[in-house]
């Protein structure tokens, strides 16, 4: 139905159990990788940005989409540079997960970036990202707060305090 940049939407007719037909759309969505970049005392560097979509401002990791024949480890890589201005001796995949499976197939691949260095790559021109340092104890109010809403960054959060 449309073919975009990113993404692509097509029309499904499925067969219910029932056997009734029912129509679903589906979003097409390129892979993309999310990151816990975390210092050594501890505390992860989250971004501050606005989204359009929901038309506010929100915390969240650092994640971008895959190049054409871009490995996730490579991406994870260039968009930590991107975004915060680090590079990390340690990035260590932590797993893989969708982002909403009931409309979309976005797969998102995470990582843990550690052992931080100062490393900045050019930006994207259309991306104005501020870093917010946050200390390992303030997390689960951020999460328990509702502070934090973007569901990568909810998940990638436990899976921080539940692994470190």
Do not use: C
């Amino acid at each position: 139905m449309y073919e975009g940049h990113i993404l692509n939407l097509r029309l499904d007719e499925v067969l219910l159990p029932t056997g009734r037909i029912a129509l679903r759309e589906i979003i097409e969505h390129r892979p993309a990788v999310a990151m816990i970049p975390a210092r050594q005392d501890g505390s992860v560097l989250l971004i501050r940005q606005y989204r359009d979509a929901i038309r506010q401002e929100i915390l969240e990791i650092p994640a971008g989409i895959l190049n054409p024949g871009e490995p996730p480890l490579e991406a994870a890589r260039r968009e930590l540079q991107e975004e915060i201005g680090y590079n990390a001796n340690s990035l260590e995949e932590w797993g893989t997960f969708f982002t909403s499976p009931g409309f979309s197939d976005e797969q998102v691949t995470l990582f843990y970036a550690s052992d931080l260095v100062e490393s900045r790559l050019e930006p994207d021109d259309d991306e104005f990202i501020r870093v917010v340092p946050v200390k390992r104890d303030e997390i689960p109010a951020l999460l328990e707060s509702g502070r934090i809403r973007d569901a990568k960054t909810v998940a990638a959060l436990a899976w921080y305090l539940a692994k470190k």
